[in-house]
């Protein structure tokens, strides 16, 4: 059995990257990962904004903490779900965020291995 890596985004407005850089993004991740699938719909598509929606409830497309981006991120869990059923002889089945490889050195403190001390004999 092999690894797979599943990543998907839904188009939501935001000031600091576009669609086409989050595209960008997702596409160099996935030529750096064997086995992987991507996602990409609208929010009309994600489950929990139809119910939402169905429910009376608004679902405005905006930033962090609202309605919109909590539904697409409800919809990971189903992406992960077709993912495991449309690949077969893969587990487990990883979601990466598909930005990752955008961090860049800014995010690179995070990334470095804890240095090892030996200990006293």
């Given at each position: 059995m092999s690894?797979?890596?599943v990543t998907g985004y839904v188009p939501l407005p935001c000031?600091?990257?576009?669609?086409d850089d989050y595209a960008a993004l997702g596409s160099q991740l996935l030529a750096l990962c064997g086995k992987s699938l991507a996602f990409r719909?609208?929010?009309a598509d994600c489950w929990m904004?139809?119910?939402?929606?169905?429910?009376?409830m608004a679902v405005e497309p905006g930033?962090?903490?609202?309605?919109a981006y909590h539904a697409v991120q409800h919809e990971k869990s189903r992406w992960i779900a077709?993912?495991?059923?449309a690949m077969a002889?893969?587990?487990?089945?990883f979601w990466v965020v598909g930005s990752v490889v955008g961090w860049g050195s800014h995010m690179a403190w995070r990334l470095r291995p804890v240095e090892q001390k030996s200990a006293p004999h």
């Open positions: 690894v797979a890596v000031d600091h990257r576009s669609a719909q609208p929010l904004a139809n119910w939402m929606a169905d429910a009376g930033g962090k903490d609202t309605a077709r993912a495991a059923g002889g893969v587990a487990p089945v």
